[in-house]
């Protein structure tokens, strides 16, 4: 499964981005979709991942309340709704895919777990 992100771009403190994830064909439901994260000078940090199964999802303390993560099953891709958005939130931002052995694997934060990156989008938020 190759993973396409896009949506990234220039936001104030306060205000709200949509970013997309395109997959290259319909992920079978064995697949976990996700976001993470990287501030210059920082690690890769989890944002939030989805079960293509059952829509089940996880997200980062950071995050939760303020972004929203999502299925498109029309379309294959995966949406990170991001409101009130803050300046610790710029960085760039990577779409990832798990492939997994079973219906109900645990949905995870832990970077190893991801097999399929994208190319970042990049999400600056000014103050």
């Known amino acids: 499964v190759q993973l396409q992100a896009s949506g990234g771009g220039l936001v104030q403190a306060g205000g709200s981005l949509r970013l997309s994830c395109a997959t290259s064909?319909?992920?079978?439901?064995?697949?976990?979709v996700g976001w993470f994260r990287q501030a210059p000078g920082k690690e890769r940090e989890f944002v939030a991942v989805?079960?293509?199964?059952?829509?089940?999802?996880y997200y980062a303390d950071s995050v939760n309340g303020r972004f929203t993560i999502s299925k498109n099953s029309a379309k294959n891709t995966v949406d990170l709704q991001m409101t009130n958005l803050k300046p610790e939130d710029t960085a760039l931002y990577y779409c990832?895919?798990?492939?997994?052995?079973?219906?109900?694997?645990?949905?995870?934060?832990?970077?190893?777990?991801?097999?399929?990156w994208g190319q970042g989008t990049l999400v600056t938020v000014s103050s």
């Open positions: 990832v895919g798990r492939p997994t052995a079973s219906f109900r694997v645990t949905l995870t934060k832990d970077v190893k777990a991801f097999r399929h």
């Open positions: 064909g319909r992920p079978s439901n064995k697949y976990h």
């Open positions: 989805i079960r293509w199964f059952d829509d089940d999802t």
